[in-house]
Nanobody, 124 residues
């Protein structure tokens, strides 16, 4: 069992930065692929980024490439999402997720555990 708690969301102006954190409970954190998804009002949940258990493999949705960076610290059971050059279209609730048997890595059904989400609002 893994419990995930996100933090770091907030209101920021376009062009600004935020750093999201996701703290995980459980001793097997390092064996999970971790990912960030987001969901804007009236839209489906969207894959944003994922990182392999070792941190050596990272994937991003095209819309955030070059602006967002995912990282993890297995010693601290924490995964991060550094978000720079934020745009109003990045406004959403951001969710942290963990999965063991991840194939494509971008489908929500592949992830077993989810946090409660943290709101990110980017004003223009």
């Amino acid at each position: 069992q893994v419990q995930l708690v996100e933090s770091g969301g907030g209101l920021v102006q376009a062009g600004g930065s935020l750093r999201l954190s996701c703290a995980a409970s459980g001793r097997t954190f390092s064996s999970y692929t971790m990912a960030w998804f987001r969901q804007a009002p009236g839209k489906e949940r969207e894959f944003v980024a994922r990182i392999s258990w070792s941190g050596g493999i990272r994937y991003y949705v095209d819309s955030v490439k070059g602006r967002f960076a995912i990282s993890r610290d297995n010693a601290k059971n924490t995964v991060y999402l550094e978000m720079n050059s934020l745009k109003p279209e990045d406004t959403a609730v951001y969710y942290c997720s963990a999965g063991r048997k991840v194939i494509t890595g971008s489908a929500a059904y592949e992830y077993d555990y989810w946090g409660q989400g943290t709101q990110v609002t980017v004003s223009s």
